[in-house]
């Protein structure tokens, strides 16, 4: 079964060739930047930490929202114009193609924790990963998506994942492990055998 192509596979283009088009276009579209900016108004202050479970939260509300090459949200989305759009919401600024994002923040060589980005095919494709050994992304056949590692591995390699938020061990964290925990549920780790079985 085939899975719904990348923003690399669509574009049919050469890493360069994909990252000048994604950002010519995020140049473009005001009505999706005043969409963006009103969108943007309840971003959490900056006194509060955000956490990867507000992060994902955030991301699921577009779940079905169709894909479109080089769009910005919030009514159509590509795979990097979607990331950066619900990182914007929490103040966080990204660059407009999954080229460039897989160089911002931290490596991630542990663990995998809620709000991750995930970047598939040598970093033609970018997610957000929401935990249980699944990533949420805008795909060609099925919009925004809540994808299994397993079921997208079939298709496409992983590459790599990077850190945008810092550490945290709030009261809701801790619950949540706790959680995990009580049900036996791991968090895969970045690149282990933990990924390629995920809890479902």
């Known amino acids: ?70 769009a910005n949200g919030p009514r159509t989305f590509d795979c990097s114009g979607y990331t950066s759009y619900v990182y914007r919401h929490f103040g966080v600024r990204l660059s407009r193609s999954s080229y460039a994002q897989m160089r911002q923040g931290r490596a991630v060589t542990g663990r995998l924790r809620l709000g991750d980005l995930v970047f598939w095919e040598g970093g033609g494709h970018v997610g957000i990963y929401t935990g249980n050994g699944r990533f949420i992304s805008a795909t060609v056949h ?11 591995r079939t298709t496409q390699p992983y590459t790599a994942a990077r850190r945008l938020l810092p550490a945290t061990t709030t009261p809701t964290v801790r619950r949540a492990r706790a959680a995990a925990a009580s049900f036996g549920t791991h968090e895969p780790r970045n690149g282990g055998a933990a990924d390629a079985k995920p809890g479902r």
């Not at 088009?21 to 969108?39: F, H, M, T, Y």
């Not at 099925?142 to 997208?152: A, E, H, N, P, V």
């Open 1 to 70: 079964m085939a899975l719904g192509l990348s923003c690399s596979a669509l574009a049919g283009a050469s890493v360069a060739t994909a990252s000048a088009g994604a950002d010519a276009q995020s140049s473009g579209g005001a009505s999706d930047a005043k969409q963006s900016a009103s969108a943007t108004t309840s971003t959490p202050s900056a006194h509060r930490p955000v956490t990867g479970a507000q992060v994902v939260t955030y991301a699921k509300r577009f779940t079905g929202v169709p894909y479109v090459f080089g």
């Open 142 to 152: 099925r919009g925004i998506w809540d994808y299994s590692f397993k079921t997208w």
